[in-house]
């Protein structure tokens, strides 16, 4: 009994649990749901398809776990980075072009160019939220609103297609490899990430500057300097996902690259049993938080929800699973399991 207490008290046991219920309703409205077949060298099946789409939400989820311990809010404009990321990326591999079947530039190069874009994007949010103290949802609100505007900018309103295999690859697969690359590329960003938080004291100074940014000057630590930087490694994984999600329809559409993702990352950092106004985090929740919600849509989808009505039964899903995570909600088990234990006591002694 002590020993499933302390199990079922770990931060990550709610996490794994919700996302073990939505993958056993998928098993139930889809019986086939964790099948694997190879078909010309490829892998198939939904859970290959929830792993490989739940790539770009895993690198958002990353970044915004840092920015929510570190500032105590979100940054809701990752999605339209990742729209700048890719009109950058494609309007430089295209030479400005709609529509080419050759490069016109090294994709190294582009690659670099949108990840710095985005890191700069990233360091604008941080300024403003660090340096001059703007509520992070307010001072995200402002590329929120300008950034898929400056994608079209660099697109010049129209959608750039690379129509080049090279730059299909991140978005698609690496030679006879059947395992989709943007697994990788996700894989990659969460171990480097890790290692950086594990190595170092990064991790430390952020859950510090969250629990308390003025204790945290008081002791040494430059809390404005470390929210600053938790803006801009967002930005970057933002770039990032851009990157991968335009390499995906190997052209760059700033209407829809990233739409609505910011969301899902904010979510998955939810679901991932971090609080949201800042302090202790945990990667691994988050990222078991973005796969919960990547399986939640293509359980919605395998059961011919449209796509239009999506995000009404997504919300549904996600309040309930929030909820049953909330710590008032657990107190309240905890206080009716405590009556019923009283209640147990008086019946025995009155016998």
């Not at 960003?189 to 945290?216: D, F, H, P, Q, R």
Request: positive net charge; contains cysteine.
């Amino acid at each position: 009994m002590e020993k499933l207490k302390k199990f079922t008290s770990m931060r990550l046991f709610m996490p794994i649990v919700c996302l073990a219920a939505v993958l056993l309703i998928n098993v139930i409205t889809t019986p086939g749901f964790f099948k694997i077949s190879v078909n010309n060298g490829v892998l198939y099946g939904y859970i290959v398809d929830v792993v490989n789409r739940a790539s770009e939400l895993v690198i958002l989820a990353v970044g915004m776990t840092l920015v929510t311990a570190a500032s105590g809010g979100q940054d809701i404009s990752v999605g339209a980075i990742m729209a700048v990321s890719g009109a950058v990326i494609c309007q430089i591999l295209s030479g400005g072009q709609v529509s080419v079947n050759e490069l016109a530039a090294p994709i190294f190069l582009a690659v670099l160019a949108g990840i710095v874009v985005s890191g700069l994007c990233g360091a604008f949010n941080g300024f403003l939220v660090a340096k001059l103290n703007i509520q992070p949802m307010v001072a995200t609100l402002i590329l929120y609103t300008a950034g898929r505007g400056i994608a079209q900018l660099i697109t010049k309103g129209q959608i750039t297609y690379v129509r080049v295999e090279s730059y299909q690859t991140i978005g698609g697969y690496i030679g006879k490899c059947p395992i989709p690359t943007p697994i990788f590329v996700a894989a990659i960003v969460v171990v480097i990430t890790m290692l950086v938080l594990k190595k170092t004291a990064l991790g430390l100074y952020i859950e510090c500057v969250g629990i308390n940014g003025n204790a945290s000057r008081l002791v040494g630590l430059n809390s404005t300097l470390i929210k600053f930087l938790t803006y801009v490694i967002c930005g970057v994984l933002a770039g990032i996902a851009g990157w991968v999600a335009s390499s995906r329809i190997y052209s760059a559409d700033a209407n829809n690259i990233g739409l609505n993702l910011e969301m899902d990352a904010i979510l998955a950092v939810a679901l991932g049993g971090n609080i949201l106004s800042g302090g202790k985090f945990s990667i691994a929740g988050s990222i078991i938080g973005a796969f919960t919600i990547q399986a939640l849509t293509t359980t919605l989808y395998a059961m011919n929800v449209s796509g239009d009505q999506l995000p009404v039964y997504k919300a549904i899903v996600v309040v309930v699973i929030v909820v049953l995570q909330s710590p008032v909600f657990k107190k309240f088990l905890d206080n009716q399991k405590a009556k019923r234990n009283t209640a147990k006591t008086v019946a025995g002694g009155e016998r």
